[in-house]
């Protein structure tokens, strides 16, 4: 099968020639039919003209640019729309990622997955990347199920088929072996080769880890409430109506005792604290309500089949629209009614 390497590039002029350069040995190596998609996503250092250059020399080699800097999850998006490949391997352009392992992607994903997520067994990064690193994955596995040692790996291979149905956009490229599994396709993961950086710097900061926690939080709901919002908004403001309202409840029986049957004297309910917070839990409770419901209906109106289930096979289709036999399948016709083939 076909492989589509897809390399996002920003700012990284200096490895590219020797990116290329490990790949095509990897690919005369093993007889790998691939292609390389660079997608410069707005680098001013002089990457284009290099991805050009390259694609002068190697018909492999084929350049996207960007007007501006769209982050990685655009480029890799741009990438994989325009891959040609039944496979499709995801490789930052640092050389930090070894092209030599894609030849055992390849081979773990034969052996029956559908998405293969690189794992750094032996991560060369500095401590303040490492630790919150693995803070994070534990918590994407708690959260989603999906128990991988690197999300964060920018290294996969996965099936064309899985790029077709998932949608990556803001900084949820780091998640695609979660939306991945949500849609039902074998996801698994293999210990790679990570290689120190020798050319430019980390494009990343402290605010990534932030923003990864946001976007996990995202994740989290479209995987699991995506098509069914209302179960958890729903879920949500029904115990926060249903407690603001027993708070009110308390204090017109507390009101009704004291005023109209008085059987007890105590503090006015309009000085108790219990009467704003249940009012509040109330008023956000049916607010929570009415959320779920707009949701619904957006989900409703706007979603597709497609959004909530996923084909993997199809046998015995028929090739008119009307639903008629193709006339080389027709033959006899037994007293049952179906078809039957001579031979």
Sequence with gaps: MKLSIVVPVFNEVDSLAELHAQIGRV???????????FVDDGSRDGSW???????????????LRFRRNFGKAAALTAGIADARGELICMIDADLQDD???IPRFIEKLNAGSDVVNGWKKRRLDPWHKVYPSKVFNWLIAKLTGLKLHDHN??????????????????????FIPVL??????????????????????????????????????TVTFLTGYGQRPQHMLGA????????????????????????????????????????????????????????????????????RNSDSFSVCEEVGKTSE???????????????????????
């Design 236 to 303: 949500v403001g029904l115990v926060g109506f249903g407690l603001g309202m027993a708070g009110l409840a308390y204090l017109a029986l507390a009101w009704v005792t004291m005023n109209i049957i008085p059987i007890w004297k105590s503090e006015p309910i309009g000085h108790r604290p219990l009467l704003a917070y249940s009012v509040a839990l109330t008023l956000l409770g049916a607010q929570a309500i009415s959320l779920g419901l707009l949701a619904e209906l957006i989900v409703h109106y706007t979603s």
């Design 321 to 343: 629209k009307n639903g008629s036999l193709p006339e080389a399948a027709v033959s006899a016709t037994d007293e049952t009614g179906f078809h039957s083939h001579d031979g």
């Design 153 to 174: 790996c920018g290294m996969k291979l996965f099936k064309a088929e899985v790029g077709r149905e998932i949608r990556i956009y803001g900084e949820l490229h780091r």
């Design 99 to 101: 092209p030599a392992e």
């Design 49 to 63: 003209k290099e991805i050009s250059r390259l694609a002068s020399k190697d018909f492999r080699v084929r350049g």
């Design 27 to 37: 690919a005369t190596e093993f007889s790998l039919d691939l292609e390389v998609i």
């Design 180 to 217: 991945a599994n949500a849609r039902g396709f074998r996801v698994t993961e293999i210990g790679i080769n990570h290689r120190a950086r020798i050319h430019g710097n980390s494009k990343y900061g402290f605010r990534r880890f932030l923003r990864g926690f946001l976007d996990l939080m």
